[in-house]
């Protein structure tokens, strides 16, 4: 995630944000006063961003559908961002699914490969697309998890592809488990990560529940084989109901002696009618449970402290985040949205924002709960920009 380090004193912000959409009806309210929890923050003056954060592609950044993305750094400092299947067309390339781009500062992305360009997977639905993937290194290589599903699918899947680099070439071993296969509705959005050694997934999306198993230490497999974890498998969110204000999309993210489970919740795709949104729960257990900052945990819908919320001055359906630290140790979200502002509204562009994690809650949520949008703002602070850093 010559040039100066300026640093910022504790803020107090008081802003207007959109709050949750009951019903897929946007109210406005005026949001508590926010106030940051470290005494000074680390700010790049050498790593300006606006967002929507465009890719370049065929030399110049151009309005691209990213939705869906995930982000990793590699031990050199790179970035690599993955995302859904999308339709990028040039005069030198097309690609539809696993598009790869890299950054060195989390700001400027350029494409880099694909995951798929020599396998096609056949194992899921008929017409199946790639959807919301996630990656992480597991020993010497990098395992890209993905959802394979169409709109509506009775039985979506998770698979599972490796590579000695975060841009392939790649070794696909297809299918790791399927929804009737695990017992869980509309297995999809897969997130992947170590706690305490051992690796975990994180899945599920608005039918059924928000669903935690293991998986094996090369992370090929299910822990123990996949009747195991059917049985073993732990429900951290949801309520069972195909609901839009049901929820998906999790990330987990582990600081201060907290889980923090980010999830999604609204219409994701109903362009600048969508209602989208980012809500945020935590537990001091990883299987939970998982309560937000009003001591309800994330088993009935209109739950969770909003992370950002969809506004027309901003961007609409916000949502499906992932969370990169910087070099000075904060924390970065990198998700998509509609832009409100932009010259097409239609498209699923990636955005990011500064989490703030604030003092009375505890939760962590982008300044007044909204995208910042065709603003520009001090970026992701990345040592080798700045001064006396190479």
Known sequence: MARNVTIFSTIALTVLALSACDGGNAKSTLAPSEKETSSSILVSTNNPYSNPTYPIVDGKKKPTYMADPYVVRDD?????LYCTQTDVYTPTLAF???????SDDMVNWTYRGNVFDSYTPNWGTSGAGVWAPTVIKVGDVWNFYYALSTGGDENPGIGVATSPIPYGPWTHYGKLFNSKEIGV??????HVFYDDGRLYMAFGSFGGYITLVELSADGLSLSGGLEEQKQEKVSLAGYGINDLNNYEATFIL??????YMFLSTGSCCSG??????????RSQSLKGPYLDSQGRDMFAPNRGDPVVVPSLRGAMGTGHCAVMQDDAGEYWMIYHGYDTQGADSSLRVTYLDRLIFDEETGMPHVKGNQASNHETLPGPYIASKETGHE
């Open 185 to 190: 509705t509309n297995s999809i959005d897969p």
């Open 272 to 281: 600048a009618q969508s209602t989208y949104k980012a809500v945020v729960a």
């Open 254 to 259: 582990k600081k201060d002696g907290y889980y």
């Open 96 to 102: 539809t699914r696993g598009p790869i781009f890299s």
């Open 76 to 80: 050199d400092g790179t970035f690599y």
